[in-house]
C-alpha cells in the first residue's frame, strides 16, 4: 500500500501543527510575562536602592535656599560631586532632586541633576523648571508629595531615543518632617531588553523544534497505528462495492481498539451482505411467483362475477348494474345476478370475513352454493338454510358469510328476499329518493350448524330500484377516522335517484373516494343497484 496523505491525515496533522503553534505561543507569553516582570522589579528594586543612598548625601534644609538665590556654594558643589559619582558608579542614567509644583505635579524645578556621561542627556541646571513628569505617573508623583507613600508599582517609560527606564521616586523630607522635594533615580534596562530578546528567540527556537519533533513522531505512529489500518479498510470497502465478492483481507488487522472493531464489523457486513443478497434473491422470485398467482387469481375472480353490461340487453323489464373493488389484490365480498327462470331474477350480495386468498376462496365456494340451490318456487330461507348446514361442514378456518339473496317476480313485482347478516337495501320508489327498507337480519352464514332462516318479501312497482352494498361502503374511513355512514350514503342516493343504475353507481364510488382521501382503503367495495322497469305481462300484450 502506498503511503498517501488523506482526508484524517490532513486534518490530523493541521490539528497538531496548530495545537503546537498555540501551545508554543501561550508558553513563550507566559514566560516572557513572567521573565519581564521578575528582570523590570529586580531593576526598580535596584534604582530604589540607589535612591536611598542617594538621599543620605543631600541637605533638604538648604534647598530653599539654593533655589531662591541660585547659588552653587561648596556643599552644594560637593553634594553635586558625590551624586555624579554614584550615577557612574551605578551605570544609572540619572539622578535628579526636583520641587514639585503642587497645582500641577508635572512640573519640576530642578535643585540636582546628575546624567551619565554615555547617556547623552543634557543636566538642568539649577533652577530650571520644566515638564518632567508623564501625566500617567500623576498621580504616584501626587502620593510622594502629600504623603510621602512609594509607588505602589514601578514606574516604567520607554522611548527610542533612551529606551526602556525604570524609575524610582523618593520624597524628600527636611529636618522638621516635612516634604520639599522629591528625589528621582532612572536606570537604564538595556540589559533587559536584549535578556527578552534572547530569551524569545530561545523560547520560539526550542518550541518549534519540539513540534517538528513531535510532529515526526506523531505522524509516524498516526501512519501505523491509525491510518494504515482505516485505509485498509477503506480499500476492502470500495473492492467489495465493485465487485461483491466477500474477502479475508481485513482479518490481518488484529486491533483491539475501536479501528479493530470496525475492520471486524466490515468483514462481518462483507459475509452477511452477500447472504441477504442470495435471500433476497429466492425471496424476490418467490415473491413474483406468488404476485403472478395473485394477478391470476383476481382475474379469476373477477371472471367469476357478472361484469358484462348490459347484462341482460334483451330483457326490458329490468336495469341491474354492480362493481366490486377488493382491498386487496382478491376479495372476499362478491355480488351474483342470474335468472332463475324465465320470469325470475335473483339478486345476490355478500361479504365473507376476513381478506385475501382465504376469504376469496370462500368466497367461491359461498356463491356456487347459493346459485346452485335458488331453483324455481324453492322457499329462499331453505336454500340458506342448506346453504349455511354445507358451509359450516367445510369451514376449518372459522370464516363466515354475511349474505342477502332477492328474487323479483317480473311478472308480479314482487320481491322476495332473505338476509344472513348483512346490511339492510336501499328501496327507492318511483320518482322518489332511496330509503333504507328495515328488515330484520338473521344470522351469518357459516356461523352455527342448524340456523333455520326466514324469507320476507316486498312489492315493486314499474320504477322503483333496489340498491344493494356491503359494510365497506358505509364504514370507509378517512384520515381522520371518520366513517362514511348510512347519512352520506342516502344523500348521495337521493341525489341522483333519477339517473340509470350503472351511472348511479359511479356517483357513490367518487363520493366514497372524495370522503377517504388519501387513507388506504381497509375493506372490500361492493355496490348492485337493480331497477324494475316493466311487468313481464305488459311487455308480452
Known amino acids: 500500500m502506498k503511503k498517501r496523505m488523506t482526508g484524517i491525515t490532513a486534518k490530523l496533522t493541521l490539528g497538531v501543527i496548530i495545537f503546537g503553534i498555540l501551545l508554543g505561543a501561550i508558553i513563550s507569553a507566559i514566560g516572557y510575562r513572567e521573565f519581564t516582570s521578575v528582570l523590570e522589579q529586580q531593576y526598580n528594586d535596584s534604582a530604589y536602592e540607589i535612591a536611598e543612598t542617594a538621599l543620605q548625601y543631600l541637605n533638604p534644609d538648604r534647598f530653599e535656599e539654593y533655589l531662591s538665590t541660585g547659588r552653587q556654594d561648596e556643599e552644594y558643589r560637593r553634594i553635586e560631586r558625590l551624586l555624579d559619582d554614584l550615577v557612574e558608579a551605578t551605570d544609572t542614567t540619572l539622578i535628579y532632586v526636583a520641587r514639585v509644583d503642587e497645582s500641577d505635579y508635572r512640573t519640576l524645578t530642578y535643585i540636582y541633576d546628575s546624567v551619565n556621561s554615555q547617556s547623552g542627556f543634557d543636566r538642568y541646571p539649577l533652577g530650571y523648571t520644566a515638564i518632567g513628569v508623564d501625566e500617567k505617573y500623576v498621580n504616584n508623583v501626587r502620593n510622594i508629595i502629600t504623603k510621602g507613600e512609594r ?33 528621582g533615580v532612572e536606570k537604564a534596562m538595556t540589559r533587559l531588553e536584549n535578556a527578552r530578546n534572547t530569551y524569545v528567540k530561545h523560547v520560539v527556537t526550542g518550541v518549534l523544534i519540539a513540534v517538528c519533533l513531535f ?16 485505509l485498509a479498510v477503506t480499500d476492502e470497502a470500495k ?32 459475509s452477511d451482505i452477500v447472504k441477504y443478497m442470495e435471500n433476497l434473491t429466492a425471496v424476490t422470485a418467490e415473491k413474483e411467483r406468488i404476485g403472478a398467482e395473485l394477478s391470476i387469481a383476481t ?23 354492480a362493481t366490486m373493488n377488493p382491498a386487496k389484490e382478491v376479495g372476499g365480498d362478491f355480488y351474483d345476478f342470474f335468472m332463475v327462470d324465465e320470469r325470475h331474477l335473483a339478486v345476490v350480495m355478500a361479504d365473507v370475513s376476513g381478506k385475501g386468498v382465504p376469504a376469496a376462496l370462500f368466497m367461491v365456494i359461498g356463491k356456487t352454493l347459493i346459485k346452485d340451490h335458488t331453483q324455481p318456487g324453492r322457499d329462499l330461507g331453505d336454500v340458506f338454510t342448506e346453504v349455511n348446514d354445507l358451509l359450516c361442514e367445510s369451514n376449518s378456518e372459522g370464516l363466515f358469510i354475511t349474505a342477502f339473496e332477492g328474487v323479483l317476480d317480473l311478472v308480479s313485482g314482487e320481491f322476495t328476499f332473505v338476509n344472513a347478516g348483512h ?3 336501499f328501496i327507492s320508489k318511483k320518482g322518489g329518493g332511496f330509503e333504507p327498507y328495515k328488515i330484520r337480519a338473521g344470522f351469518v352464514l357459516a356461523g352455527m350448524e342448524g340456523m ?3 324469507c320476507g318479501s316486498l312489492r315493486l312497482e314499474p320504477g322503483d ?6 359494510d365497506g361502503v358505509t364504514e370507509a374511513t378517512n384520515r381522520d ?20 343504475p350503472e351511472a348511479l353507481l359511479t356517483h357513490v364510488k367518487r363520493d366514497i373516494d372524495a370522503f377517504v382521501g388519501e387513507a388506504p382503503q381497509f375493506d372490500d367495495i361492493t355496490m348492485l343497484c337493480m331497477e324494475y322497469r316493466e311487468r313481464m305481462e305488459e311487455r308480452k300484450q
Open 481 to 500: 377516522k371518520e366513517l362514511y355512514g348510512m347519512e352520506r350514503l342516502k344523500e348521495i342516493l337521493c341525489r341522483h335517484a333519477g339517473e340509470p
Open 299 to 321: 382475474q379469476i375472480q373477477a371472471d367469476m362475477l357478472p361484469s358484462i353490461f348490459p347484462a341482460f340487453p334483451e330483457r326490458p323489464e329490468f336495469d341491474i348494474y
Open 423 to 425: 346490511e339492510i337495501p
Open 452 to 454: 333455520r332462516y326466514h
Open 215 to 230: 510532529l515526526l513522531a506523531y505522524s509516524a505512529f498516526l501512519y501505523r497505528e491509525m491510518l494504515t489500518p482505516i
Open 239 to 270: 473492492r467489495f462495492a465493485d465487485t461483491g465478492a466477500p474477502s479475508d483481507a481485513l482479518l490481518s488487522i488484529q486491533k483491539t481498539d475501536e479501528i479493530g472493531v470496525l475492520a471486524k464489523a466490515v468483514h462481518k457486513m462483507e
Open 465 to 470: 330500484r333496489l340498491f344493494q352494498y356491503t
Open 151 to 183: 509607588a505602589t508599582e514601578y514606574l516604567y517609560a520607554y522611548s527610542e531615543e533612551s529606551g526602556a527606564h525604570t524609575t524610582a521616586g523618593l520624597a524628600v523630607r527636611d529636618g522638621k518632617g516635612t516634604i520639599v522635594a522629591i528625589l
